[in-house]
C-alpha cells in the first residue's frame, strides 16, 4: 500500500463535469430487483450489504448487458444513517469502492456475475480522495473500463457528489477469468 496525507489547505481547485443520472430515488434498490431471486447470493446483495447500491445503467446481477457497453452508473451511499467523523466516512468509501469495479468490463463482454465459469480477484485498487466524503448522502459512481486483456482488467471511476463535485477518482486492476476461451 502506498499513503499520503496531508491537512486541508488553501490552493488552486478544478474538477470535471458530473454526467447527467436520473435521481437515485427514481430507481429501484438492489432488494427490489433481485426480490424474486431465491439464491444466497442474491439475499446478501440486496439485504446485507451496508451500502445501497441502484443502478443507473441496467444491474447485471442476473443479465448481461444487450448493449455491451463499458461504462456504467452506480448511485451509492450508506444503508443507515453514519455519525461519524470524515475520516471513517473515507475509510467506508474504501470498502464500499470495491463492490462494482468490474462491472464494466462484464458488461463490455456480455458477461453477468452469475455467469456459469466465471473468476475474478482483485489484483490492485487504488483511492484518491479529493475531497471528504458524507456517505449519508447519495454519491453517483461513474465506471469505465479503458483495457482488458491477458485475463485481466482495468477500470477507473469517478465519484460525484449530488450537487456536482468530484469526491474521489478509483482504479481497479483485477484477474478476470471465464469458462469459455
Not at 43 to 62: A, E, G, K
Amino acid at each position: 500500500m502506498t499513503s499520503s496525507f496531508q491537512e486541508l489547505q488553501p490552493g488552486l481547485e478544478h474538477e470535471g463535469t458530473a454526467p447527467e443520472a436520473p435521481d437515485p430515488e427514481q430507481l429501484p434498490t438492489t432488494a427490489e430487483v433481485l426480490r424474486d431471486v431465491d439464491h444466497p447470493i442474491a439475499r446478501y446483495w440486496s439485504t446485507q450489504r451496508p451500502i445501497d447500491i441502484r443502478h443507473v445503467t441496467d444491474p447485471i446481477y442476473l443479465r448481461p448487458d444487450p448493449a455491451g457497453a463499458d461504462r456504467q452508473l452506480v448511485w451509492m451511499r450508506a444503508v443507515a444513517p453514519l455519525e461519524a467523523s470524515a475520516a471513517v466516512h473515507d475509510a467506508i468509501l474504501a470498502f464500499a469502492s470495491d463492490f462494482t469495479p468490474f462491472e464494466p468490463i462484464l458488461r463490455r463482454h456480455g458477461l453477468a456475475w452469475v455467469t456459469p465459469g466465471l473468476r475474478m480477484a482483485t489484483i490492485n485498487h487504488a483511492l484518491w480522495w479529493h475531497r471528504h466524503v458524507d456517505l449519508n448522502d447519495w454519491l453517483l459512481l461513474e465506471q469505465v473500463s479503458p483495457s482488458a486483456a491477458g485475463g485481466r482488467g482495468l477500470t477507473t471511476g469517478h465519484l460525484w457528489t449530488r450537487d456536482g463535485h468530484l469526491v474521489a477518482t478509483i482504479t481497479q486492476e483485477g484477474m478476470i477469468r471465464t469458462g469459455r476461451p
